[in-house]
């Protein structure tokens, strides 16, 4: 399917994965001390909002085949997390044969702590970061937002069945009762995913009903302007909260940016939008 391609959309994703990658680094008085890069967490929110206005700008249609949706998202995700899971498993498993028989010890013993043998399960389901009692940090700990994502497309694909208006509800409603903490029952990753994910779906509502108006260019500067500044200065304070209100505004306005551009430059060039 063609869409507009929205390149601004893109760049604030190599950004943001950029801020995360270097959050973890961790290089000893380096540029990845800079207060910017230490609140780089902030980079994963951001990406769901992202996920979830994408997602609907490319799938929310009458053509929507779920079918082919879940098979998209599978194979980016599974193939490449089973494999690594398998590899984690493989080493702990060599680790309590070394133990084992051989009386070496790499310091903590082999599925102990959080990778017991009880988290291989949630893990191989990707549940791990969503059941309360699991641990989100068990093997592969990067993969826990691949554990929130996988089940937010899911969510995002069954509610695809829903009729419109029970849909666009749902997509207004989850994200409130997470802020809300009605969503307690879950791990507080999960809850954060669907608060930042369905918020992403809300912006893509909003945005489709600005789309088609022609809106001031000077007032789009403005406002991505005013967006830029509020997102440097929670990534440079670290201002958690606010930033459920200044990540579905930035991804709003760029987009309507990118839109505007592509209809005053006569909007001939299209590809098919990359999935995040």
């Known amino acids: ?24 680094l961790h290089i000893y008085r380096s540029f990845t001390e800079v207060e910017f890069f230490r ?6 929110p951001f990406f769901f909002v992202l996920s979830g206005f994408i997602i609907a700008y490319v799938y929310h249609n009458d053509t929507f085949k779920f079918k082919d949706f879940l098979a998209a998202r599978a194979f980016r995700i599974l193939p490449l997390y089973w494999l690594v899971l398998f590899l984690f498993v493989a080493f702990e ?16 013993p082999p599925f102990s702590e959080h990778k017991q043998i009880g988290e291989l399960l949630p893990n191989f389901l990707l549940l791990q970061s969503w059941l309360p009692h699991t641990d989100s940090s068990s093997f592969n700990f990067p993969s826990w937002s691949l554990s929130i994502e996988w089940y937010l497309y899911l969510c995002f694909g069954l509610l695809m069945f ?18 809300a903490h009605y969503l307690d029952v879950l791990r507080g990753e999960a809850q954060k995913g669907i608060l930042f994910f369905f918020a992403g779906c809300v912006v893509y509502l909003i945005f489709a009903k600005l789309r088609h108006i022609s809106l001031p260019p000077i007032l789009l500067r403005i ?11 929670i990534f440079q304070i670290g201002l958690d909260g606010a930033s459920i209100i200044v990540f579905p505004f930035v991804v709003l306005v760029f987009a309507l940016s990118a839109v505007s551009s592509n209809a005053i430059g006569g909007g001939g060039k299209h590809k098919q939008a990359l999935m995040s």
């Open 1 to 24: 399917m063609k869409v507009s391609y929205l390149t601004p959309l893109d760049s604030f994703r190599g950004i943001a994965a950029l801020s995360v990658v270097l959050l973890h």
């Open 93 to 108: 498993c060599c680790k309590y044969i070394a133990y084992t028989y051989f009386a070496v010890s790499f310091g903590i």
């Open 162 to 179: 829903a009729p419109k208006i029970v849909r666009y509800a749902l997509f207004i409603t989850l994200p409130i009762l997470s802020f």
């Open 223 to 233: 406002a991505e302007v005013m967006g830029l500044v509020a997102l440097l200065a």
């Open 39 to 44: 609140h780089g967490h902030l980079g994963v």
